[in-house]
């Protein structure tokens, strides 16, 4: 926690361009952390005194061993998070063994004359160093990191080693972000192998890492990623602010942070994207964004995230642009048959059946005579149904799961209708608005679209088109008067230069794209060479060997 | 992180633009018709070249004091009771015009719509999203506008259109009318059309460039006249003028006219309200958002999100007070014609005082 | 964040319980409830009919017009025409049940009849889905005012409806049921549409009909039909009215003299003519084009009439001679051009005779010569009145493009 605040104030020092508002904050955490006590010189007493305090730690391992064979010292380890292998050979080993040279040996008083730390440290040990300290709570800390601790006799210090290994899944493909063309490999739970991967594919110097730990008791290790001189000094301080006030006993997943630093907590929108991908990760920070990481979750937030980024996958960017557009198109299309088809079939049945072929209403006039219930309760029971079914499908074990998703959706349709209980026309509404909702890449935003038609639905019975469009009206208001880390949620469409159409509703080519976001007020906007454009498209025109000479002429 | 920020001069023109193609789109063909025959289409030319001095004329007066409303910069320029007077008449003219511009809504929507649902109903549903809306700040309010700027425009675009086929050129013909058109009503009707761009007068402050407001409000003027006059254009076109007198509203008559996926999808009336609606909200939402802001100067309000709240039920009450359809239209085009003469001359009177007494800074370009 | 979170609650609260006590599905009638109307068909009935009116909108004894109205209205069954394409051997009521229900009321108006018509049907009655109204001859003689002015005022009504004039009882139309759609009326809405896309009839809607009796200039025509034998329908030609009133009618073959005049596309009735020493020729007209040139002679309109068409020989029989050459197509040109500029003054004639100036000749005087319409014409009557002074000039020319697969 402490960390998060010195981040912010440290950064705050070095982009001293904003108005520097006194941070208050600072004081009153301290209080936490009782009186920092010492080591003593006795090993024995230090010994005790930690069995005592850990007592119910019951993989704390005490091991004692004598320097040199000659100064008893202890090591301290917890044998759930560290190598033992490594602690065997790289520490234990190095300091039993007696000492190399003759004349070493005989000096008596050398163990007494130098620091003995220091004489292990850089003649013996072969594990890195950790920390050297005489407070108990470091002490503490590192321990319980999986840092194995060397406490030595006469010396009221200890100095820790890294020791720590966790036990960590493979790296596989996204479950979450299914790509056609793109890279396969997806965050996992360890912040080390995350930042790994974001580093491999962003090998410069401007990376910025800048980690701190969150959580009053579980004190997980967050990352906040940008790249020094593109993100905006003011995004990347306002980003550390919110994570400095994050006062909470633990983070279990990105998800704690993203509600903790979210502009508006009551709205149904996802206002942060979350990704497990690291090329998106890369993607976002080349844009200027910032991304947050944390220990334990294999999701970083990326942050500020605008409603059109939810409908972006990053192979759209790999493919022909062409293709690429059409396929954001059809994303489109398929979000609004999500949101608007059930609430306008509701009103078209209730309201407004003059809007259908004559030959049509009265067929479906006939489909619908043995139901019982208005269009309204029909639609709502059917969608409801098919929201169960969903939510189902994912709590059921992977054998059985498919197999039952496609017989709830056929007998379950098939039954409905011939008991009477929905037209069938509903369930070819239910089932377009389902699959529609399916293809909006983001599963946050999925579910938001697809939890704001219920309203829509009941607008409609209760005003008909008139009420869809009071409700989408109210929506899209709510939409528009969000906000993202100060960016306009829907700032992409609304830009003032029409530049932001580029890459949302269609995806112009890479050579088109030549300035950062606008919106993000980024400190170097330009990604391409001067001159990308007008070569790529005088190569429309000509040959590419006619273009070629005439750009060296240029 | 929270930096104030500007429009640009293309997104003022926008909002000016959506806000003045307003409800009137359905009946206006029929007024103007009423009043001028043949000549409409000319009429509407004449009265939108009067909307134009009048948008002229509230640009280069806030243009004097472009960082300060007409609220603030009105005190400066003829003093602080006669400002607080002529405020007060500001507030009256919009709180009225858009109160009945919230019955004419319900009207429609219980005429053609909802014919059993308690007209109460459907203003108040529309108020209450407004008022709602209402409760942000001036870039806010520019983002509702520009984002639902097309879907203001589109559709009409789209049934003028679908129904052009239909246009027979004789019924525009003669250009100057079969009758003498009734001069005042002819010019005032097309003008007070345009009584939303008094809305540039609290935008210009958040202009980037108040230089160049002058282009965005003409432009802003000119996109909504053209549709306008299309919309006379096509109407007349189609129905001819005797036609024309007898629509309530001619352009939703257009709408249920056409037909299209080869006469399969027919009745575009029910979507066409529907669009409307959005229509209608954007520049009920201008209005009333003009009215909270002139009240909350008034009472001299830091925020004017509790009086958008306070006036929901005044409003409400004062939009059901015409008994009739023909009391309605009659007391709207009084209110609408005498607010655009006060405004304009309003506007005009501050201009000059401020040109005489050398108030504010003398615009370059 | 609000600095009175309170306020938000309230304002929450109150709006929720607003929309509970406010919300009342008023309009809400689902589509199966609806009885929909799909076409009317409206007779004059003898005054004595007032006896088998049930008194639903007015008392016994109120002096109301003598007039009375005998309404026919065929309603939509739901359930009876199959959602889908209909398999196998189901057609149109397959099951021998017809998919609509056919009911007579009696009234002193529309309205009124269907009012009572309300009286004796228990789902509310829709007019959105009306197709055609069917009026006999004898209404449209009385005038059209009463159910143009329903008509009008009723949002549910399209402007798309069509209106038909019937030389017989128009009830009968509401019971044909035709084997070629499955509801009986939309076998008559799409006799008369597809009639206009093969260039047979003007489109002529209601709104159409409506547009041309309010100019002061132009009257209104509507489709004749009649039915021949059992359920065939025929479109006999155009009802013509003058001041509101039908006027007259024409043959069928005067709607394409009506069509070319009005230029309108694309061309489809075919003319057999007799041309001199080729016997009997078919033409079929593929294209027409219009000018209609007005001008004031003497204080009278003279209407000038250049028509130019297009036609392709069609057939060709009774005759020794074969049709090959460039000579003999001009010579069935004449002959058409002859026969067709006959018909056309004929037919011009006949509605001058009626005051029924169909061909919106008037509107040209309105246009081109405001100050003489200004002078002359101050209400519509009076444009009637000059109708039937005005002098008529035809120019009609054909050009015979092609003559077939057929060389010789």
Not at chain 1, 71 to 95: H, K, M, N, Y
Not at chain 1, 320 to 342: D, N, Q, T, Y
Not at chain 1, 451 to 478: C, E, K, Q, T, W
């Amino acid at each position: 926690m402490l960390d998060w605040k010195a981040n912010y104030e440290a950064f705050k020092k070095k982009h001293p361009s904003q108005p520097s508002e006194s941070p208050s904050a600072s004081e009153g955490s301290s209080g936490r952390e009782s009186k920092p006590r010492q080591l003593v010189a006795s090993l024995e007493d230090n010994l005790q005194s930690f069995q005592n305090q850990m007592s119910n730690v019951t993989d704390l391992v005490v091991r004692r061993l004598k320097i040199m064979g000659k100064r008893s010292s202890a090591l301290l380890f917890l044998t759930s998070l560290t190598d033992q292998r490594l602690i065997q050979e790289g520490i234990v080993a190095p300091l039993q063994a007696p000492f190399v040279s003759p004349e070493q040996m005989k000096d008596e008083d050398l163990l007494d004359r130098v620091d003995l730390f220091n004489l292990v440290c850089q003649e013996r040990v072969h594990a890195n160093l950790g920390q050297r300290s005489s407070e108990w709570s470091v002490l503490m800390d590192l321990l319980m990191k999986g840092q194995t601790l060397l406490l030595i006799d006469g010396y009221g210090e200890g100095v820790s080693f890294d020791t720590r290994k966790v036990e960590k899944r493979g790296i596989e493909q996204p479950q979450t972000e299914q790509v056609i063309r793109g890279s396969r490999d997806g965050f996992i739970e360890q912040l080390e192998t995350n930042l790994s991967l974001i580093r491999y594919r962003l090998q410069t110097a401007d990376l910025v890492i800048e980690t701190g730990e969150l959580g009053a008791r579980t004190k997980s290790k967050t990352a906040v990623c940008y790249i020094d001189g593109i993100a905006n000094p003011e995004l990347v301080s306002e980003v550390m602010r919110r994570l400095s006030i994050i006062d909470i006993d633990g983070i279990i997943d990105a998800g704690y942070i993203e509600q903790f630093i979210e502009d508006q907590p009551i709205s149904p929108f996802p206002q942060i994207q979350n990704t497990e991908r690291a090329d998106k990760t890369v993607a976002s920070l080349l844009e200027g964004r910032v991304a947050i990481l944390v220990d334990g979750s294999s999701f970083a937030l990326i942050v500020p995230a605008l409603f059109d980024q939810f409908f972006q996958t990053i192979d759209d960017y790999s493919e022909r642009f062409l293709i690429a557009s059409l396929l954001r198109f059809v994303r489109l299309i398929a979000l609004l048959f999500s949101v608007f088809f059930p609430s306008l079939y509701v009103s078209v049945i209730s309201y407004n059946p003059e809007l259908m072929p004559t030959d049509f209403a009265v067929a479906i006039a006939g489909g619908r005579a043995g139901v019982p219930f208005p269009a309204m309760l029909e639609v709502l029971i059917m969608e409801a149904s098919m929201e169960i079914l969903r939510e189902a499908t994912i709590r059921l074990p992977q054998m059985i799961g498919g197999a039952l998703s496609i017989v709830g959706v056929l007998v379950i349709g098939q039954a409905a209708v011939s008991a009477g209980l929905s037209s069938p026309i509903t369930v070819v509404i239910v089932a377009l608005t389902t699959i529609g909702s399916f293809a909006t890449p983001a599963y946050n935003a999925a579910i938001a679209m697809r939890m704001l038609r219920f309203p829509l639905i009941i607008m409609a019975g209760l005003f008909g088109l008139y009420g869809v469009v009071l409700g989408s009206l109210f929506i899209i208001n709510h939409m528009l008067y969000l906000d993202s880390f100060g960016v306009p949620f829907l700032q992409s469409i609304l830009a003032k230069k029409r530049a932001g159409f580029m890459d949302t509703l269609i995806r112009a080519p890479l050579w088109w794209m030549g300035k950062r976001p606008s919106y993000l007020h980024t400190l170097d906007d330009t990604r391409r060479a001067e001159g990308t454009f007008y070569a790529n498209v005088d190569k429309i025109y000509y040959q590419e060997d006619n273009a070629d000479a005439e750009n060296t002429e240029n | 992180m929270q930096k104030t920020q500007k429009i640009s001069t293309t997104q003022l023109a926008i909002v000016i633009s959506s806000t003045i193609f307003g409800p009137y789109v359905l009946s206006f063909p029929q007024i103007i018709a009423k009043a001028a025959d043949n000549a409409a289409p000319l009429m509407t030319i004449a009265g939108t070249c009067c909307a134009i001095f009048s948008m002229f004329v509230f640009t280069r007066i806030s243009q004097r004091f472009s960082d300060k409303t007409l609220f603030s910069y009105s005190q400066i320029v003829i003093g602080r009771l006669p400002a607080l007077v002529a405020n007060l008449l500001v507030f009256a003219c919009f709180f009225i015009t858009s109160a009945m511009m919230f019955r004419q809504f319900g009207e429609v929507l219980s005429t053609v719509v909802f014919r059993r649902t308690p007209i109460e109903i459907s203003i108040l549903m529309i108020l209450i999203l407004v008022a709602l809306s209402c409760r942000r700040d001036t870039v806010k309010f520019t983002y509702v506008h520009l984002f639902y700027w097309p879907f203001v425009i589109l559709p009409f675009l789209f049934v003028i259109m679908m129904s052009m086929k239909a246009v027979h050129f004789l019924n525009w013909l003669p250009p100057f009318g079969n009758e003498t058109p009734h001069w005042l009503p002819a010019l005032l009707s097309p003008a007070s059309l345009y009584l939303g761009s008094f809305i540039i007068t609290i935008l210009l402050p958040i202009t980037e460039k108040p230089a160049r407001a002058m282009k965005a409000a003409l432009f802003g003027i000119v996109v909504s006249a053209s549709l306008y006059l299309l919309l006379v254009l096509s109407t007349i076109g189609i129905y001819g003028v005797r036609e024309t007198l007898q629509l309530l509203y001619p352009t939703l008559e257009m709408a249920r006219s056409i037909a299209i996926g080869g006469d399969v999808i027919e009745r575009m009336d029910a979507l066409f309200i529907i669009m409307w609606v959005i229509n209608v909200y954007t520049t009920m939402f201008s209005t009333y958002f003009l009215t909270s802001l002139s009240l909350s100067h008034l009472l001299q309000f830091k925020d004017h999100r509790l009086v958008t709240t306070l006036l929901i039920p005044f409003m409400f009450g004062v939009s059901l007070l015409p008994q009739d359809q023909y009391q309605l239209y009659k007391f709207s085009r009084i209110a609408d014609g005498s607010g655009y003469l006060f405004l304009t001359g309003y506007a005009l009177l501050l201009w000059i005082v401020a040109v005489v007494r050398r108030k504010g800074v003398r615009p370059h370009g | 964040m609000d600095k009175k979170p309170w306020t938000r609650w309230a304002l929450g609260l109150q709006s929720l319980v607003l929309a509970f006590i406010l919300t009342g599905c008023w309009d809400q009638v689902e589509i199966e409830n609806r009885a929909l109307v799909l076409g009317l068909a409206i007779d004059e009935a003898s005054p004595s009919a007032a006896k088998l009116e049930p008194t639903v909108t007015h008392q016994k004894n109120e002096p109301l017009p003598k007039k009375m109205l005998r309404v026919t209205a065929q309603i939509a069954v739901p359930g009876r025409v199959p959602l889908g394409p209909s398999s196998g051997g189901m057609g149109s009521g397959g099951d021998g049940e017809s998919p609509v229900w056919v009911v007579q009321v009696y009234g002193h108006s529309l309205d009124e009849a269907l009012n009572n018509l309300q009286q004796q049907i228990a789902d509310p009655r829709y007019l959105i889905h009306l197709r055609v109204i069917v009026i006999s001859k004898g209404i449209a003689q009385d005038g059209l005012d009463e159910l143009n002015d329903y008509l009008r005022r009723n949002p549910e009504v399209r402007r798309r409806t069509w209106l038909l004039v019937s030389d017989t009882e128009a009830a009968k139309f509401m019971k044909v049921a035709p084997p070629l759609e499955r509801v009986p009326t939309l076998y008559l809405q799409a006799m008369v549409e597809k009639s206009i896309m093969m260039g047979k009839f003007p489109p002529n809607y209601i709104g159409e009909f409506w547009i041309e009796e309010s100019n002061w200039g132009q009257d209104g025509y509507l489709p004749y039909v009649a039915i021949e034998g059992e359920e065939n329908i025929l479109i006999k030609g155009l009802a013509y009215f003058s001041g509101g009133r039908l006027a007259g009618t024409s043959t069928a073959v005067d709607i394409g003299a009506f069509m070319a005049v009005k230029g309108y596309n694309p061309g489809g009735f075919t003319a057999l003519i007799p041309v001199p020493d080729l016997g009997y020729v078919m033409i079929k007209i593929t294209e027409r084009h219009a000018e209609t040139d007005m001008q004031i002679v003497d204080g009278k309109p003279h209407v000038n009439l250049k028509i130019h068409v297009e036609g392709m020989l069609d057939e060709h029989y009774d005759s020794g001679r074969t049709i090959s050459s460039e000579t003999d197509i001009d010579a069935i040109e004449e002959a058409f051009e002859h026969a067709a500029t006959n018909l056309v003054q004929k037919f011009c004639t006949q509605t001058q005779r009626h005051h029924s100036d169909i061909f919106g000749f008037g509107e040209y005087v309105r246009a081109f010569y405001p100050d003489f319409w200004k002078r002359n014409i101050h209400k519509k009557s009076d444009w009637e009145q000059m109708y039937a002074d005005i002098l008529i000039s035809v120019h009609l020319n054909i050009s015979i493009r092609r003559t077939g697969l057929k060389a010789k």
